[in-house]
């Protein structure tokens, strides 16, 4: 259904164009659940922003395909894309407050998003946006409809934001660190409700985080991104347990929950290299405890067993620890 | 005062409560916590938003008054002493906080904000302040180049060993951790927790860990208390509180966090809470979790539960909670 195809993307700066990610491609198919996972400045989040056409076009260029249906995003015009946007492509992201607009209500904001792709009337689209909260877990809704956002708490805007893209029926949602703000047990509720709703209505899910728990709990397919690349691309539950590239492993072992108490955590040396200083080669090796010559040569995405791929020119020799050592 | 075995913070029914705009009515942020910590103990603080975790750290480093309650700091009242004699006090008690950037004054270079602390307190001669902000910055893992350098080039990572080294300068004795690894990427989030337990170890600190993260409250902590709307629901030790929570928050909170672990080897139930933390301006009468607990009976509502002591050193308040 979408297929990302050697998808990079470069920011203007004052000396040209910095590339910020470098030919990212996967794909997913109807219903799947995929988590995009990595640290900060990996490029997870400009990936679901350029597949939504909401980068700046003046201060961006993305090159590549993003085939949704076959067609190609990427050479869309912005009426085009509007028409895309928010209809086929449902969106959420981190902080619900800076989402939503405070001066209008929650029922007039859903309600808006609803009419701009279906032509009805303001009562038929009350109706329906009563319902688009009653489906999200929104207790009284219709009295909620015409509340203001800072009448709900953290919990509920992220409902709000869930029904306001989920109300257009979209077949994919992308979802940038959705429970992150959230409390532990307001996160339960909102990846429960979202599971819920995926496999009830089909919807497919591009999940955005940092956060490996969550996502071992809701996707069903991971990629693994680094320093703009996509590095590993697997089931989840195969790349929690058997890593292949050594950034995922390094990931999962820096997991408090899976050391022993007080034992020292092993942690992944150095960081990440600037958009503007980075190397030849392997863009993970000068953290890497397994690197070794030929790890400066070019490194490409290859497939080593059936739905998995590393970027890892030694990953056939590794044997790497997962979330169980 | 203090003795061998005097602990180094003692809290007695602390209470800390916020006037609003609205006269009469006060938010409840901390609501009757009592607690003692021990040398060279880890005592970790866990919580979700609204809960007085914070509010607690604040009051224990003396940024805070509080409403009611008493705190000793090594057997010593600081609320009984003047702002000169406080001043000389506090050096020994010690934060760190959850932003590391915003802890940092970004056109000030790193050693002087390292060297601060030791300005305020005085006593050293520039050279010596500058030596003894040296030393903690190699102490963390900062190169003595950087120290000229300024905040915004640094990562976030090494602007926290930056804070860490600024609270060093004044030998602590007691440092309260507040969310200190929250705004740093996984991959070093490790490194920064295992520096906590290094400078421990060689410095006998010791620390209070405040923090919503489970994982992170479980491997530092030695014991752990379990805030609810500004209460302690449980207190013990971390294991036993791992392997077996008392309280049903405590059960629902552990049941709700994401475990990196494939589908076949996640075997604990959800309990999912409904609905969310009720306001500190007016909490549930009985029991302040009672609202979400999916054992509450008419009795939790008529009567606060007691703190009880189910099991050696494990503390909860819940009327049904069994050992």
């Keep these: ?325 | 005062m203090s003795g061998p075995t005097t602990p180094v913070l003692q809290v007695r029914d602390l209470k800390i409560h916020f006037a609003t705009r609205e006269q009469g009515v006060t938010v409840k942020a901390v609501d009757g916590v009592s607690f003692d910590v021990q040398a060279g103990e880890t005592f970790g603080v866990i919580g979700e938003s609204g809960s007085g975790k914070t509010t607690i750290g604040r009051a224990l480093v003396s940024l805070l008054k509080p409403t009611a309650g008493t705190m000793l700091h090594d057997g010593q009242n600081l609320a009984a002493l003047s702002a000169n004699q406080l001043r000389e006090a506090r050096r020994a008690y010690q934060i760190v906080f959850q932003d590391p950037s915003a802890a940092l004054n970004p056109r000030q270079t790193i050693l002087d904000s390292v060297c601060e602390p030791l300005e305020i307190q005085g006593g050293l001669s520039r050279i010596e302040r500058e030596a003894r902000a040296i030393e903690a910055l190699g102490r963390v893992g900062i190169a003595s180049e950087y120290a000229r350098r300024y905040p915004h080039m640094l990562s976030g990572g090494q602007k926290q060993r930056v804070n860490i080294a600024r609270v060093l300068t004044l030998r602590p004795r007691l440092i309260v951790c507040d969310e200190v690894v929250a705004a740093l990427d996984v991959s070093i989030r490790g490194d920064v927790l295992n520096l906590f337990a290094e400078l421990q170890r060689d410095f006998g600190l010791t620390y209070v860990f405040i923090t919503h993260d489970l994982s992170v409250v479980a491997h530092v902590s030695d014991r752990v208390a379990v805030t609810y709307l500004g209460r302690f629901v449980e207190l013990g030790p971390t294991e036993a509180i791992n392997e077996a929570p008392l309280h049903p928050y405590t059960q629902a909170l552990m049941s709700a966090e994401p475990v990196a672990l494939p589908s076949h080897l996640r075997t604990t139930q959800r309990i999912v809470l409904e609905g969310e933390i009720p306001s500190p301006i007016d909490p549930p009468s009985g029991c302040r979790f009672r609202t979400r607990c999916r054992h509450a009976q008419a009795e939790c509502a008529s009567r606060e539960p007691e703190w009880r002591e189910l099991r050696p050193g494990h503390f909860v308040a819940c009327h049904f909670a069994k050992s």
């Excluded at chain 1, 492509?89 to 279906?118: C, K, S």
């Excluded at chain 1, 688009?132 to 015409?146: E, S």
């Excluded at chain 1, 992944?268 to 392997?282: D, F, Q, S």
């Excluded at chain 1, 490409?300 to 030694?314: D, E, F, H």
Aim: charged fraction near 20%.
């Design chain 1, 1 to 325: 259904m979408l297929e990302v195809r050697g998808l990079s993307i470069a920011f203007a700066s004052p000396t040209g164009f910095t590339p910020v990610t470098r030919e990212v491609s996967f794909s997913i198919a109807p219903g799947e659940r995929l988590g995009v996972v990595g640290e900060s400045g990996c490029g997870k989040s400009v990936t679901g922003l350029s597949i939504l056409g909401l980068l700046p076009r003046r201060h961006s260029r993305v090159t590549g395909e993003i085939l949704f249906d076959g067609e190609d995003l990427n050479r869309m015009s912005p009426d085009q894309m509007r028409a895309v946007r928010g209809r086929k492509i449902g969106m959420i992201f981190q902080e619900p407050m800076t989402a939503l607009d405070p001066v209008f209500t929650i029922g007039e904001q859903i309600g808006e998003a609803y009419r701009q792709h279906f032509p009805v009337s303001r009562a038929q689209a009350r109706e329906r946006v009563i319902e688009a909260l009653a489906r999200v877990g929104i207790p009284l809704p219709a009295r909620r409809h015409d509340e203001y956002p800072h009448q709900l708490s953290g919990g509920m805007r992220q409902r709000v934001m869930i029904a306001m893209a989920l109300i257009c029926e979209p077949r994919l949602l992308i979802a940038d660190e959705p429970t992150t703000a959230l409390d532990v047990t307001v996160q339960a509720q909102i990846t429960d409700l979202l599971l819920e709703l995926s496999s009830t209505q089909g919807t497919a899910l591009m999940f955005i985080t940092h956060d490996l728990g969550v996502v071992a709990e809701v996707c069903t397919r991971m990629v693994t991104m680094y320093a703009g690349e996509v590095v590993e691309d697997a089931p989840t539950d195969e790349a929690l347990l058997r890593p292949r590239h050594p950034y995922t492993s390094g990931l999962l072992r820096s997991l408090p929950r899976l050391a022993p108490r007080k034992a020292v955590l092993p942690s992944i040396p150095g960081r990440v290299p600037l958009p503007t200083e980075m190397p030849a080669g392997c863009r993970f090796r000068e953290r890497c405890p397994h690197a070794a010559p030929g790890c400066e040569g070019e490194q490409v995405l290859a497939g080593i067993a059936p739905q998995r791929s590393v970027r890892c020119s030694r990953a056939a020799a590794l044997e790497l620890p997962g979330a169980v050592a």
